[in-house]
């Protein structure tokens, strides 16, 4: 549960930051303020928009927070496509972990891309995206297409 005091305390506007690990990777989702108790390291996605959003649909079902490292050159393009494919979720960018320049950055997918936009970008990124609510998720128009497929075939 300790992300959630982490994200108490990014409200509160106090750093948080962690002891050097084994893995970026690992340390970004500890300071993301989301979810730690599954995650999804999906590795670097495609660089191009069309692939990459075909990868972010993939992912989209996971109720898992998403783990992505990303280059600078390509942070603001797939932000943008996050939010496009993924929609108003919870995220975090997080940049030069466990160095001097070490940043967390904390809002939702459409607040992040249109930041990242204009921004500046040096360092190693790592995006860390909260999974699709269980309670609020609805199905694909495909995922709802394969559902009734299946179920006529099996329901009288």
């Known amino acids: 549960p300790g992300y959630k005091l982490v994200r108490d305390c990014q409200t509160a506007g106090v750093m948080v930051t962690s002891v050097p690990g084994a893995s970026a990777m ?16 999906a590795g670097f996605l495609a660089p191009k928009t069309t692939a990459r ?3 972010l649909q993939e992912l989209a079902g996971l ?3 998403l783990i992505i490292p990303e280059a600078p050159h390509r942070i603001a393009e797939t932000l943008a496509d996050c939010a496009a494919v993924l929609g108003d ?3 975090a960018v997080t940049r030069e972990l466990t ?5 967390v950055r904390a809002g939702s997918l ?3 891309a249109a930041h990242y936009e204009t921004a500046q970008v040096r360092g190693e990124f ?5 999974g699709r ?7 694909s128009d495909k995922d709802l297409s394969a559902l009734v497929k299946k179920s006529m075939k099996t329901i009288s």
């Not at 300071?31 to 108790?37: A, E, K, N, Q, V």
């Open 89 to 91: 979720r919870a995220a």
């Open 133 to 139: 609510d269980e309670n609020t998720a609805q199905l």
């Open 126 to 130: 790592v995006l860390v995206i909260a």
């Open 26 to 41: 690992l340390t970004a989702v500890q300071l993301s303020g989301l979810p730690t108790d599954q995650f999804f390291y």
């Open 110 to 112: 459409p607040e992040l």
């Open 53 to 55: 959003k075909k990868q």
């Open 99 to 103: 160095k001097k320049f070490e940043e």
């Open 63 to 65: 109720t898992a927070t």
